[in-house]
């Protein structure tokens, strides 16, 4: 019987974020979702997101509770300091929610519970239900905030609190009409402006907000005090609401600005009522300048200049023909219009008819349309003229209406829209996808026509040499029409297809002959490593050898090379925790007995998100937990210490990608100084400039391993992005052309990941579709670079994730196969380039906190299939990473399910066990199919950057995710131990972890560390630091100058460095 939800009385608001240094935001979009459709507002702050961030949000928007997850670590300290800078800023009342799924435990929630903080457990999700978890939420912040209004005093004296609590009392019209003329009055008094955005959905409003609200700070010097008002609209059905825009403002977090979001709630409009009022409280509370953004409601969006001084409309290019422009209302009273998005197709046009427009209703006949104000902007763009001039135009109308401001330090711009248009992928290729789609549609038509003709060949010579042998003329009385139409229909055969069936013979005896490669069971079976069709029908064989044909040969769907390596299991397992020295001896234990040394490094969410540690407590509770922290040069040598990393056998794997290029420069430089320290000892002195010029050339060219570096994966679904896309895939290129320049070619520059993405929650078709859809845009963007192909595609590799779904025993055949005909038939790539490298993770998702030991059991079976597929390396998860990071124990269990798999399960004997499966063939024709055709619906949206910008990858992750969970928590999905299969004797006792948590010595340690290498690089570190800034600007390879920037900076120094120069990342929803 289902329960009765609490339907909030009062208005309920809410903070939702993910914490510092976490972008596993799956959980919390569901839970905002929740809240919404419950009847709350829901201000969504995102990933990775500090304390003060938090905190500046909860009392500038007045709200009731404030729900974070935090599944990153730290969070006792992040939660801990949560409660006490809210009881500091005055705030106490608000509540605080958590979750963190297994990863907090029980002694943790009971801790923070005493705090004051809610943590939700798993188990509490499948008692109470997402519904009924996040309505406990909504029960208990449903109390009326206007019984304490603010003193009159402290809204004119400047206080945030109490202007936020002002601003809540007159969108509730509660303020008595005394008070109301009192604020009034203290407006009227100072001549403030106001400027006014509005303009259709999806035109970039926000994005521009706040590049202007930058460029204020910047021009003024942080001199102009900035109130927002940003508007969405209330949903009609639950009366709920998702304020969006502050997720999207960087330049926000400062005294100078006030923001606050509102709902339109029951103005049926597109301004909330008594918004003027409103604007009147900040300019009594000390606003310079207050900008008020509305939503875009289409083509009658003139509401907003009632109460602006200033109107700004935001359009993009794409509206249609010419004569739609004389609906839009706005075009009468604008004073000024922005075509955002002016990389689009047709902008130009587009700034061309919207200022022609405004002559006409203007009838400004006499004036030329170029000296209309209208401005083509990219506000997704760093320090983009076309804003910059936007804002420069609306600096002279403001001043006009009283804003005070000083000349400005901007330099003028003499262009009225953007000027740098170079699209990362170039717009004669935007179909890029669908071309790729119909590149292997293509391929298997025409495998269906030649197996077709192969067949008839066949049947036509078997005919021919019948009726001979019939005649006993040896050939001669043979029809003239048999033997024509034989003829003729080898001339049908492609060359290619007739040397695939010809040499066919000859491949099948070498693989069954007496000298065939085989193992030996305990029973003295020969078991083949290979085992082949036995097709007779040529048909048969030649569509099998397009299709499928033997791991090593084209399109290499059941794997890439002829065998798997001897002597060197694909085992390459995961390890990160504490400091550097720790990881190292943990690396020591996982490789002692191994034949060949697979490292797989995991940094702790510090370095993920390119800062250095520090104490603040938000930031000290996550400094080497769930990984290693490394911060500078001198910590990656102790990392890797005691391993040749020139070895053959020897390779690293790192999972970063935001400041993936700066770590990757660390590693190289580690490497090149192994070699250089190697030879000082050895020869007794330091190499020569020739001899080191030798080693370090010599060093580059034999390092195996790989980055993952994946920036459109981390957009999409895992979130460790810092930096602006545009300026994330520039340095991406940089890293590639440097690569091919200094002859890296054993080590992969990105590692284009779909395991991420499964975890954020996408299913594995969109797993795949994504990741390969990613993979072909990084070819684009370095074909775009003036790159080779050749050159640069066999240094890119993949990474995906195994579940329990059965498209994962066919993902890996799937890839391969479309990467090779692309690769091949669209790009023209060689063989090399060709060949598909992936390295499987098991699911983390698939990983429950209760019956921990059944995970053991998915883990195997994902396992399997990983191994039956060829995958070219494999990390199994280990039981206990639902609550912690892995223990030594935990670590040793999960390495031997894949060394009992290798060693002892006899059907890994065979290295293509699932060639010539039935089901298997079939699934992978639909995997396929669906695949194609998700890359088409991809390339109909801009291909992957212009899906991106609407967001459809991120949204189709959330409503997988929101399935999954759902389905689970029904019961639906049936999952053992879960919400099936349950212990008859009830919930058991949760087990005793040791929990891998760095301790307190550690992150003081890491610390000093990093304050140590500043001090001993003080005096080259300022000079390091503009000359990287200066390559930046000057459109250098800004790889070449991190390799010698990082031997004197820090990891966060240059973080820093490169947020001045290439902008911060712009979060969505």
């Not at 060949?457 to 040896?474: H, K």
């Not at 590693?667 to 090149?672: A, D, R, S, Y």
């Not at 060693?903 to 293509?912: C, I, K, Q, T």
């Not at 010595?1001 to 304050?1011: P, S, Y």
């Amino acid at each position: 019987m289902a329960v009765e939800l609490h339907r909030p009385v009062h208005p309920v608001r809410f903070i939702t974020a993910a914490s510092l240094f976490d972008g596993h935001d799956a959980a919390i979009n569901i839970m905002r979702r929740i809240l919404q459709s419950q009847g709350a507002e829901v201000i969504h702050l995102g990933h990775n997101r500090s304390v003060d961030e938090v905190v500046e949000a909860a009392v500038a928007e007045d709200v009731q509770g404030v729900a974070v997850s935090c599944y990153q670590g730290g969070h006792v300290e992040f939660f801990g300091y949560l409660v006490d800078r809210l009881a500091a800023a005055g705030a106490g009342h608000i509540r605080v929610y958590g979750g963190g799924g297994g990863v907090i435990v029980a002694e943790e929630i009971a801790a923070l519970r005493s705090l004051g903080v809610r943590i939700f457990s798993p188990e509490d999700g499948q008692r109470m239900g997402l519904a009924g978890m996040v309505n406990t939420l909504i029960a208990e912040c449903d109390v009326d905030l206007t019984d304490q209004p603010a003193p009159i005093e402290d809204l004119l004296g400047g206080s945030v609190p109490a202007l936020a609590r002002t601003i809540t009392m007159l969108e509730a019209d509660r303020l008595d009409a005394s008070t109301v003329e009192q604020i009034a009055a203290a407006a009227r008094a100072r001549t403030v402006p106001v400027l006014g955005i509005t303009g259709t959905g999806g035109s970039g409003k926000s994005s521009l907000t706040d590049e202007l609200i930058r460029r204020v700070r910047l021009d003024q010097d942080d001199k102009v005090n900035i109130a927002v008002l940003a508007v969405d609209p209330t949903r009609r059905r639950g009366g709920g609401a998702l304020l969006g825009d502050r997720i999207r403002m960087n330049a926000i977090h400062t005294p100078a600005v006030y923001f606050r979001s509102l709902a339109t709630r029951d103005a049926g409009g597109e301004v909330p009522l008594h918004l003027d009022r409103m604007v009147q409280a900040t300019v009594a509370a000390g606003a310079d300048l207050v900008i008020v953004e509305t939503p875009g409601i289409g083509q009658g969006d003139s509401e907003i200049t009632t109460i602006s001084d200033v109107a700004l409309y935001v359009m993009t290019p794409e509206f249609g023909a010419a004569s739609q422009l004389e609906k839009i209302d706005m075009l009468d009273f604008a004073d000024a219009v922005a075509i955002n998005k002016f990389e689009r197709r047709g902008a130009q046009d587009a700034l061309r008819d919207v200022a022609r427009q405004m002559v006409r209703n203007r009838e400004a006949f006499d004036r030329d349309p170029a000296d209309m104000p209208v401005f083509g902007t990219i506000a997704s763009r760093f320090n983009d003229d076309g804003v910059t001039a936007l804002y420069q135009h609306l600096r002279r109308e403001l001043a006009g209406h009283g804003l005070g401001v000083g000349e400005g330090s901007l330099a003028p711009v003499d262009t009225r829209s953007s000027t740098s248009l170079d699209p990362i992928v170039p717009e004669s290729r935007a179909r890029y996808l669908a071309e790729i789609a119909e590149s292997v549609r293509s391929y298997h038509d025409a495998t269906a026509r030649h197996a077709a003709t192969a067949r008839r060949l066949q049947q036509l010579e078997a005919t021919a040499a019948i009726l001979a042998d019939s005649r006993g003329d040896g050939g001669g009385g043979v029809p003239d029409a048999v033997t024509a139409l034989a003829e003729a229909t080898r001339a049908e055969l492609p060359d290619a297809d007739r040397e695939l069936l010809e040499r066919w013979p000859e491949r099948v005896a070498e693989l069954t002959g007496p000298d065939r490669p085989t193992r030996e069971s305990l029973a003295g079976t020969a078991v083949p490593k290979l085992a082949l069709p036995r097709f007779v029908d040529h048909g048969e064989q030649l569509r099998w050898l397009r299709s499928e044909n033997l791991p090593g040969s084209f399109p290499f769907t059941a794997g890439v090379f002829p065998f798997k390596r001897e002597g060197e299991d694909p085992a390459r397992m995961f390890a990160g925790e504490g400091g550097p020295a720790r990881t190292n001896r943990r690396f020591h234990l996982l490789s002692e007995g191994q034949p060949a040394t697979r490292l797989s490094t995991a940094f702790d969410s510090v370095t993920l998100y390119g800062c250095d540690p520090a104490e603040r407590p938000d930031i000290y509770g996550k400094v080497g937990n769930s990984g290693v922290s490394v911060a500078t040069l001198d910590d990656m040598r102790v990392l890797y210490s005691g391993f040749d990393l020139c070895d053959p056998t020897t390779s690293v794997s790192m999972t970063i990608n935001g400041p993936a290029p700066t770590v990757l420069a660390m590693f190289l430089n580690t490497v090149i100084d192994q070699r250089i320290d190697r030879f000082t000892e050895e020869q007794g002195r330091p190499p020569t400039d020739d001899e080191a010029a030798e080693l370090r050339a010599g060093a580059l060219a034999h390092v195996r391993g790989t980055v993952q570096a994946d920036i459109l994966k981390e957009d999409q679904g895992q979130n460790t992005c810092i930096f602006s896309t545009e300026f994330s895939l520039g340095l991406m290129a940089d890293v590639a052309e440097w690569f091919v320049a200094e002859g890296v070619r054993n080590f992969y520059s990105v590692s284009i990941s779909g395991y991420h993405i499964a975890e954020a929650g996408a299913n594995p078709i969109s797993q795949l579709a994504f990741t390969l859809a990613n993979g072909f845009t990084y070819v684009e963007s370095y074909l775009a670079r003036g790159l080779d192909i050749d050159d640069f595609a066999p240094n890119l590799s993949f990474f995906f994730s195994n579940g329990m779904d059965p498209e994962y025993t066919v993902l890996g055949r799937v890839a391969r196969r479309i990467w090779a005909i692309a690769m091949r038939d669209r790009y023209g790539a060689g063989e090399r380039s060709q060949k598909l490298k992936y390295h499987v993770q098991t699911s983390g998702r698939s990983l429950h906190a209760q019956e921990m030991a059944f995970n053991d059991i998915r883990t195997t079976l994902q396992a399997l299939c990983a191994t039956y597929d060829n995958a070219n390396s494999l990390h199994t998860n280990a039981y206990d990473e639902a609550v912690t990071t892995p223990t030594a124990e935990s670590v040793r269990r999960a390495l031997a399910i894949q060394l009992v798999i290798n060693r002892e399960w006899g059907l890994a004997m065979n290295e293509n066990p699932l060639q010539g499966s039935f089901i298997v063939e079939e699934l992978t024709d639909l995997v396929e199919a669906a695949v194609l055709a998700e890359l088409d619906a991809i390339s109909s949206r801009g291909g992957v950057l212009g899906a991106m910008e609407t967001g459809y990858q991120r949204g189709r992750i959330q409503d997988e995710s929101v399935l999954y969970e759902h389905r689970k928590h029904d019961g639906s999905l049936p999952i053992v131990g879960v919400n099936t299969f349950l212990d008859p004797a009830g919930e058991p006792e949760p087990p005793v972890l040791t929990l891998a948590r760095s301790t307190d010595a550690e992150k003081d340690d890491q610390i000093a560390r990093v304050c140590d290498f500043q001090a001993r690089h003080a005096a080259e570190r300022p000079a390091a630091l503009e000359r990287l800034r200066r390559a930046a600007l000057d459109g250098e390879n800004l790889f070449a100058v991190l390799m010698d920037t990082v031997r004197s900076c820090t990891l966060g120094e240059i973080t820093d460095a490169l947020f001045e120069v290439g902008g911060q990342y712009r979060r969505s929803v």
